[in-house]
Nanobody, 126 residues
């Protein structure tokens, strides 16, 4: 049983920074491509960032490029999403997700991911 747990959400003003963390337990962390997604009220869940098995490859949504960074720690089994220059449009519930694979290939579709956390709320005010 794989468990995914996010932490670090909160309320802050535009222009601020926040770091989300995701912990994965129950299986071999190095076999999982990790992703962050978000869902705003009334909208579909959308891709934010993903990182490959080794951590050497990453991908970011166009809307967050230059502002967000994703990283992983194989020892701690954690994935972090550093969010800078936050905007009100970034307000959403942020989800961490894990995709089991033996191929170091990043995918960005929601359906491709096997395990999900419960989400953490990020609210950015003007």
């Amino acid at each position: 049983q794989v468990e995914v747990q996010e932490s670090g959400g909160g309320l802050l003003q535009a222009g601020g920074s926040l770091r989300l963390s995701c912990t994965v337990s129950g299986h071999i962390f190095r076999n999982y491509v990790m992703g962050w997604f978000r869902q705003a009220p009334g909208k579909e869940r959308e891709f934010v960032a993903a990182i490959g098995l080794s951590g050497s490859s990453t991908r970011l949504a166009d809307s967050v490029k230059g502002r967000f960074t994703i990283s992983r720690d194989g020892v701690k089994k954690t994935v972090a999403l550093q969010m800078d220059s936050l905007e009100p449009e970034d307000t959403a519930v942020y989800y961490c997700a894990a995709r089991f694979t033996l191929i170091d290939q990043i995918v960005i579709t929601v359906k491709a991911y096997d395990y999900w956390g419960q989400g953490t709320q990020v609210t950015v005010s003007l």
